[in-house]
């Protein structure tokens, strides 16, 4: 299906069986805040996240901003028991913006509260952006980077149809460390 001229007239939100996909405000800065503070949650990315609840709040406000500027759509994940962030999915053009055309790959990045790992939370998240990009976007490409020791992400996205396209030697620096890292690339191809 075509891209949706209105996608961005307001915020997408989806609900799932268990989870509520929603925009992320400056009322989640503390919550995004502290799931960060986790050395093991941080362990799988490039950097350590918010330093502090302000640089949180300045973060989320990035995030909506670029929403605005119809490069980035920021899903805060919260279940539908408790409004709590507890997580994100971000879903951006490689290039450009989500009206250009021809359109242009999408990137999807998530990360999850770490006592909530092994729950199939972001198997459900992830799937449930996967079909509203594919019924309000019109994607011939969605990717992913996965740093090579990330073997639970790189199952959740295998799981969910993406395909291996191979390692990427020294494709990331660590913002603290400074040391490069190797990423996985996946991809989920429609035709």
Partial sequence: MPYQKNLFSAFPFIQTERLS?????????????????????????DWE??????????????????????????WGISSL?????????????TRGTFEDVPRYPLTISYDLQKDLWNNGIMTEALKAVLDFSKENIGHHRIQAEVLSENAASLKILKKLGFQEEGLLKHYLMHEVTKSFLNVVMLASVTI
């Avoid at 502290?34 to 949650?41: A, T």
């Avoid at 028991?81 to 053009?93: Q, Y």
């Fill in 49 to 74: 996240g918010p330093s502090s609840v302000k640089e949180s709040t300045l973060l989320i406000d990035s995030w909506n901003q670029y929403f605005e500027g119809k490069k980035l759509i920021p």
């Fill in 21 to 45: 996909l929603r925009q992320i405000t400056a009322d989640d800065s503390e919550d995004l805040y502290n799931f960060y503070r986790d050395p093991n949650f941080f362990q799988y990315l």
């Fill in 81 to 93: 028991k408790d409004s709590r962030l507890i997580g994100t999915i971000m879903l951006m053009p």
